[in-house]
């Protein structure tokens, strides 16, 4: 048997004994080829993609800008990695100068923090920005870690749509706290402010399953 054996299992720790089988994860929906090593070499795979999401308002206190369940085991391998990416456009009444921060989180667990300098004191309409994160597994099971980095790219700009964007990046120096890869999490990603912004909104967002 070979890639013409298709095999249903989970790929962070199914094992199949036949170079070339092709593995379908049914609740995710990955894919890997096992090699001749019988090791699984994972196809990226899109876990989650969004489109336009409904406006978040009076930001101050963390609000979720999306949440995907995680199935369980998914992520628990060593070398597990997945990226997140989300696009959005926000909004300010103007009057004040706060920083806004973008977090990702895997349960009660907040695997990357990164915060902005402050916006501009002038009001503002739909000024863009980014969110990118790649986050690796390092150790697994029931109090595993994730090595989490990632960068914000955000409009700061006096309301100039199109204006330069200014990018902040992590400051993790170590990996998570421990988190359990063996049961069903959510990831989730949150929006805060020091001071009240008017509005966010995700206009796209993606979870890749990279390797």
């Given at each position: 048997m070979g890639a013409d054996r298709i095999e249903a299992g989970v790929l962070s720790k199914t094992v199949i004994d036949s170079p070339g089988s092709i593995l379908v994860d049914p609740v995710s929906g990955g894919l890997a080829v096992v090699?001749?090593?019988?090791?699984?070499?994972?196809?990226?795979?899109?876990?989650?993609?969004?489109?336009?999401?409904?406006?978040?308002t009076t930001i101050t206190t963390a609000q979720t800008l999306f949440t995907f369940p995680v199935p369980a085991g998914l992520f628990n391998k060593v070398g597990r990695t997945f990226r997140v990416t989300i696009v959005g456009i926000y909004s300010s009444a103007g009057g004040s100068t706060p920083t806004i921060t973008i977090a990702l989180k895997l349960g009660s667990v907040t695997l990357c923090t990164i915060t902005t300098s402050a916006i501009d004191t002038a009001a503002n309409t739909n000024l863009q920005w980014r969110a990118d994160f790649l986050c690796t597994v390092v150790t697994i099971g029931a109090t595993a870690t994730i090595e989490a980095h990632g960068s914000i790219s955000f409009n700061l700009s006096a309301n100039t749509a199109g204006a330069a964007l200014s990018t902040f990046g992590d400051q993790n120096v170590a990996p998570s706290s421990a988190v359990d890869l063996t049961i069903a999490e959510n990831l989730v990603a949150t929006i805060a402010a020091s001071g009240a912004v008017s509005s966010a909104q995700v206009r796209s967002a993606t979870v890749v399953l990279v390797s």
């Open positions: 090699t001749k090593a019988l090791n699984l070499a994972l196809a990226q795979s899109t876990l989650l993609a969004l489109g336009a999401q409904t406006a978040l």
